[in-house]
């Protein structure tokens, strides 16, 4: 995709820039596009650390110049010295390794420049941003064909299962990722696994070695000149070795969601059956949050999930400040729900509709209404239908869910019947404004919130004389003994003051 659109934006005679958080990942892309190029009059170049001081200073020349058609670079590329000629259009790779100071830095780049940003798990603050119209979104769900789901096991660290799975791998041909997050031991960490697996042959690479050792050490492991790589998080982006279908990581409780789904990812590219180990020293070193993340993980194995492992990460930690730093959190203090249907009604407003007043209606009948436990045992189950019918919008919405649950559950009992008109009186009362529908045993029915003219009030009284408009506290009351109380009859003096409220 990407390389398709900086090609459609270069043969329009625009420039192309394309933002990548690590320099392996840049040397790894300028070798795609350049292959894809080749045929085409398209110079495709690259900056980052790799590169001297003059090779840097040559290129940003070319670049102003209109020499290059795509650069491509790390964070080197947002320096104030590199000036496109004619920007066309940025492509920001892996998006949720980049802050929001990095992303404000684009924006100011160029006002009329297009921003393609690729993730396969973006930040809950950017994922936000697109659910709720403020971006825009395609989701990309057509796998390459061959590939295979990675087979994911979490659980406390085994040095037994950990020689296995190398020994396995090795012995099919293949190579391991060994990841350990900690700089300050990684080489007694290789000594160990030596001793563990003597017959491995074990490279070992991290963020502080010098960007050409690290080149050869990587040129090397791809040549199969190694088993295994001990390294840290830094293959997050851009490995894309399809020989090596073993992970193995150390403390991934310690990882986020989003950053363990990238990592996973480095492993099952190719028609191999990929396996990934996903150790944590043992229970008491994990919290809740922990808990859920690996539990994510070992729930969404198939391909193609970081969509929802995407949004498990928005419902875990918050979508963030859509103006500020933050990319994630302000959302447990008014709940994931609220929180969404606040920021769809100011994005809105800004877009210059009309948002309708929400009214929050309460309804106090003697009538049991809930889900019996014994009709839906299923408690995330009742939940849900709980949810949908506290959100309807329609009279027909109601029947379908009401359809819906007879169809899968069998004949609906009483107190959920009643749950269900409940759910239908509340839509009818939000429609005609009206905030109260309670039951009083010395009045009856009332409805509240109502404004009618004496003369209006008059009318409803002739129209139906068991309705009688209470002017000085805006209350519309049904007339009635207990005896006649029926949720029906609410139900349709409702909709007849709803429909008198119209005309």
Do not use: W
């Not at 992303?103 to 921003?115: F, N, Q, R, S």
């Not at 990841?179 to 042959?201: C, F, G, M, T, W």
């Amino acid at each position: 995709m990407a390389i398709r659109a900086a090609f459609k934006a270069i043969e329009n005679g625009k420039q192309v820039m394309m933002l990548v958080p690590t320099t392996i990942l840049a040397d790894q892309h300028v070798r795609t596009f350049s292959e894809r190029y080749k045929n085409f009059p398209v110079i495709v170049d690259v900056i980052s650390r790799f590169r001297s001081g003059s090779q840097q200073k040559k290129i940003i020349e070319d670049f102003a110049d209109g020499k290059i058609d795509l650069l491509i670079g790390t964070h080197r590329l947002l320096s104030n010295d590199i000036a496109p000629k004619d920007l066309g259009l940025i492509v920001v790779d892996e998006e949720q390794r980049f802050g929001v100071n990095t992303k404000e830095k684009i924006k100011l780049l160029k006002k009329e420049v297009d921003v393609l940003t690729l993730s396969a798990t973006p930040i809950p603050r950017t994922l936000y941003m697109s659910l709720s119209g403020i971006r825009d979104i395609v989701l990309i769900e057509t796998y390459p064909s061959g590939r295979f789901p990675i087979e994911t096991f979490v659980g406390e660290k085994s040095d037994h299962i950990i020689k296995m799975a190398i020994e396995r791998e090795i012995t099919r041909g293949g190579q391991v990722y060994y990841v350990h997050n900690r700089i300050s031991d990684i080489q007694e960490k290789q000594y160990k696994l030596k001793v563990l697996v003597p017959q491995a042959r074990i490279a070992l690479t991290h963020g502080r070695m010098e960007g050409r050792e690290i080149e050869k050490i990587m040129k090397d492991f791809l040549d199969k000149k190694y088993d295994i790589l001990l390294t840290t998080s830094i293959i997050e982006s851009g490995m894309d070795i399809s020989n090596v279908n073993t992970l193995i990581v150390e403390d991934s409780h310690r990882f986020g969601l989003a950053q363990l789904y990238q990592i996973r990812g480095r492993v099952g590219r190719s028609s191999e059956k990929a396996y990934a180990y996903l150790f944590y020293p043992s229970r008491k070193f994990l919290n809740l949050a922990a808990f859920q993340r690996l539990k994510t993980l070992a729930e969404y194995t198939e391909l193609g999930s970081g969509y929802r492992i995407a949004m498990k990460d928005l419902e875990l930690r918050g979508a963030g400040e859509l103006l500020g730093a933050k990319q994630s959190g302000h959302i447990n203090s008014v709940g994931f729900d609220m929180y969404c249907q606040i920021i769809k009604e100011e994005v809105d407003r800004l877009k210059g509709e009309t948002v309708p007043e929400d009214i929050t209606v309460q309804i106090e009948l003697p009538f049991s209404a809930y889900i019996p436990k014994n009709y839906v045992k299923n408690e995330k189950e009742r939940i849900n239908i709980y949810k949908a019918l506290g959100s309807v919008k329609t009279q027909a919405e109601a029947g379908e869910i009401e359809n819906k649950i007879q169809e899968r559950y069998g004949k609906i009992p009483e107190a959920l019947i009643n749950l269900i008109k409940i759910s239908r009186l509340k839509q009818i009362a939000k429609n005609a404004q009206i905030e109260q529908v309670v039951f009083s045993k010395y009045k009856g029915i009332i409805f509240r919130k109502l404004n009618y003219t004496p003369e209006k009030a008059r009318l409803l009284g002739l129209k139906n004389p068991r309705l009688v408009y209470i002017h000085k506290n805006r209350e519309v009351i049904v007339k009635n003994s207990d005896k006649d109380i029926n949720i029906d009859l609410v139900l349709s003096c409702l909709k007849e003051i709803s429909i008198f409220g119209q005309s």
